[in-house]
C-alpha cells in the first residue's frame, strides 16, 4: 500500500495522553504545549475521534449518549475511520514538518477499549491501527493512571450526569478493566515508550512530572 508520509520522512515528535475517563489528559495536553511553545516548539494538539470536520462528525455518533445500543463491530471500526482521516489530514504532515502532535489518546485507546476489554484482541485492533496511522507509532505515551472511581466522579462534577458520553456511562468494572488493560500494556512494553503518571495527585504537581520527563528525554532542555 503506497504511503504519503513514510515514518522515515518524519522530524517531529509524536506524544500521546492514555488513560480512563477523567484523567485530566486535556488539561496537561494544555499546559505542556504552552510550556513547549515557551521552549519554541512548533505544537498542534489534537483530540481523538476528532480533530478535522470528517472526525468530529464521527465523534458525535460513536460517543453520543444516545447511541447506547451501537454494536461493538461499529465502535471499532468508526474509531478507526475516525483515526485514519486524522493522521491523513493533519498527524502525518505535522510531523513530516517537523512539529511536536500532542494527542489526546491515540492508537492505544483502540487497543484497550475495543482489543482488551471489548474482546476483539490486540492483533487485529494493531493491525487496523497500522492501516489506519499508517504504522506510526508514538515516541513518548504518558499514561495519566487514576483509580476509576475517581476518574468518574471529576466527569460528572464537571459535566453533570447529562455530559456524560457512551463510555463514560459503562459500569464502573467496565472501566476498571480498562485501567487494568493499560497497565498490562505498560508491562509489556519493550520500546521505553510508556510513562506512568499518577493522576489522582494535583493538576499542578502532575503538570510538573510531566514536564520533568519532557526534559529527560531531551525534547526541551
Excluded at 481523538?48 to 460517543?63: A, F, K, W, Y
Excluded at 445500543?69 to 491523513?88: D, H, I, P
Amino acid at each position: 500500500m503506497k504511503t504519503d508520509y513514510p515514518p522515515s520522512n518524519y522530524t517531529g515528535q509524536l506524544i500521546s495522553f492514555e488513560g480512563g475517563e477523567g484523567s485530566g489528559k486535556s488539561t496537561q495536553i494544555q499546559r505542556l504545549q504552552a510550556s513547549l511553545e515557551a521552549c519554541g516548539k512548533q505544537v498542534i494538539a489534537l483530540r481523538e475521534p476528532g480533530g478535522t470536520t470528517i472526525s468530529e462528525q464521527i465523534r458525535e455518533v460513536v460517543l453520543s449518549n444516545k447511541n447506547i445500543g451501537m454494536a461493538y463491530t461499529t465502535e471499532v471500526l468508526l474509531f478507526q475511520a475516525a483515526r485514519a482521516q486524522l493522521y491523513r489530514e493533519i498527524v502525518l504532515p505535522s510531523l513530516e514538518a517537523g512539529k511536536v502532535v500532542l494527542m489526546d489518546r491515540t492508537r492505544d485507546s483502540s487497543v484497550v477499549y475495543q482489543g482488551i476489554v471489548r474482546g476483539f484482541g490486540e492483533e487485529l485492533i494493531e493491525q487496523l491501527n497500522d492501516i489506519s496511522t499508517k504504522n506510526t507509532r508514538p515516541n513518548i505515551t504518558f499514561l495519566l493512571d487514576v483509580d476509576p472511581e475517581i476518574g468518574l466522579s471529576r466527569r460528572e462534577q464537571a459535566d453533570g450526569k447529562q455530559g456524560l458520553n457512551r463510555l463514560d456511562m459503562e459500569s464502573l468494572n467496565f472501566h476498571q478493566q480498562v485501567r487494568e488493560a493499560y497497565l498490562k500494556l505498560v508491562k509489556n512494553d519493550d520500546r521505553d515508550r510508556w510513562v506512568v503518571m499518577d493522576a489522582n495527585q494535583t493538576i499542578d504537581d502532575l503538570e510538573e512530572d510531566i514536564w520533568a520527563e519532557i526534559q529527560a528525554r531531551g525534547i526541551c532542555a
